[in-house]
């Protein structure tokens, strides 16, 4: 995952040319309300995943707990920035995902944008519907993306 518990920054991250097997989350994208920072142009490409997943794709703005290290009170200065994530040539036909395939949660105060996908493929997930999106802008590219 990237992101995660932190509250600085991470920008211009490519993963590539990855084989997942029964992993948690193959491409997960993760901050927290309580923490500030950012996660920026991050883009996954060529991915092929097999095996039991969580998700197939997770974006979210609402992971883990406040930050051990500060104050009750601290709150950070701006909401987190979450923009410009490409997922690119990703098959997960092998995959069954427990949860939403397509899992993509911002909030009024950070919305995620600039979401593209192309060339996506997985199966349906267990939870319906497939695709849980809140506060998400962006492109599918037409006919690529299933389910």
Partial sequence: AIGSEMSGGVDNVTVSSMRFTKSNGPAHIKTGQSRGGY???VRFDGFVIKGPVANGILVD???GARNPSCPGSWTPPSAPRMAN???VNIDGTAAAASQNTFHFR???DSPIDGVYLENV???SGQQQ???ACTAVSGLAK???VEP
């Fill in 39 to 41: 996660v920026t142009n």
């Fill in 61 to 63: 703005a609402f992971y």
């Fill in 85 to 87: 994530y490409s997922f």
């Fill in 106 to 108: 911002g909030s009024s």
């Fill in 121 to 123: 493929h997985f199966g």
């Fill in 129 to 131: 519907p497939d695709w």
């Fill in 142 to 144: 037409r006919n690529t």
